[in-house]
């Protein structure tokens, strides 16, 4: 194993561990104070039964929060907790892009050379396009954030 599959491993081994925004900020999709708008997405895998409820506040263009629960292996409830670590604070637009840019790495069965600046943690997942039955369970947090969040968009126009 190279040193940087190494490290890649140790990122999602920590945030597996760490998890970072579990547990929701609100139970329902109502908007916490300092949010616009709020919106919760439930997303399960029924190939391996890793499953994750996301919720992402708004506030303006910006994401003012990104939390959830959910029960899997380490490779989704990392994936969960790398993008709730990196989603506050971020533009709406610049969110888009990191999803589409996750999604196009997972889907490249380890050909295409993932934006290190763009996806920051999110790149050690790039291992794990090489194993077809495990892109779904990296995917599951960031398919449930897009979706909460298109919601969130919706309620508040």
């Known amino acids: 194993m190279s040193a940087l599959d190494q490290m890649y ?3 999602i081994l920590d945030h597996s561990k760490r998890r970072i925004g579990e547990g929701l900020a609100a139970p329902d999709e109502s908007p916490l104070e300092g949010e616009t708008a709020a919106g919760c997405h439930h997303e399960y895998n029924p190939t391996c039964g890793d499953e994750i409820l996301v919720r992402v506040g708004v506030d303006g263009d910006r994401i003012s929060s990104l939390s959830w629960q959910g029960d899997g292996c380490s490779i989704s409830m990392a994936a969960a907790s790398v993008l ?3 989603a506050p604070g971020t533009d709406l637009g610049t969110l888009r892009i990191q999803i589409e840019e996750f999604r196009e790495m997972l889907r490249s069965r380890g050909n295409h050379e993932p934006d290190e600046e763009l996806l920051g943690d999110a790149v050690a997942f790039v291992g794990v396009s090489r194993f077809v039955a495990r892109v779904k369970c990296a995917a599951l947090a ?12 919706a309620e508040s126009a």
């Open 84 to 86: 709730s670590e990196m």
């Open 142 to 153: 960031w398919v449930a954030t897009e979706a909460a969040l298109t919601k969130a968009l």
């Open 9 to 11: 491993q140790d990122v």
